[in-house]
Nanobody
């Protein structure tokens, strides 16, 4: 079974940047990969992802601030987070889709990383 390893979380101040990285233990070239986040007491929500056709998708809340990149050879998905705000504070999870597509619902993903904490202070 595919395993995901995330890295890059941490503490930041408003306006700072952080970069998250995710690497899959085996090839996921035909599957979608995405980042989700979950704040305390809230549901896990879609942040950004790239499908098997290299098309990127973003949640409205991060458009213009976050970028996502994918290395299909290394089976990696990175999330560059710029202009961070306190509302971006959450545990960020990398996920692999059940298909080649990137959809916003968690049910469409079968493999999840352990999560990495991002905390943004004012």
């Amino acid at each position: 079974q595919v395993q995901l390893e995330e890295s890059g979380g941490g503490l930041a101040q408003a306006g700072d940047s952080l970069r998250l990285s995710c690497i899959a233990s085996e090839s996921v070239v035909n599957l979608g990969m995405a980042w989700f986040r979950q704040s305390p007491g809230k549901e896990r929500v879609f942040v950004a992802g790239i499908n098997h056709g290299k098309r990127a998708y973003f949640a409205d809340s991060v458009k213009g601030r976050f970028t996502v990149s994918r290395d299909f050879v290394k089976n990696a998905l990175d999330l560059q987070m710029n202009s961070l705000q306190p509302e971006d504070t959450a545990v960020y999870y990398c996920a692999v889709s059940k298909t080649g597509w990137v959809l916003t619902g968690t049910d469409f993903y079968e493999t999840w990383g352990q999560g990495t904490q991002v905390t943004v202070s004012v």
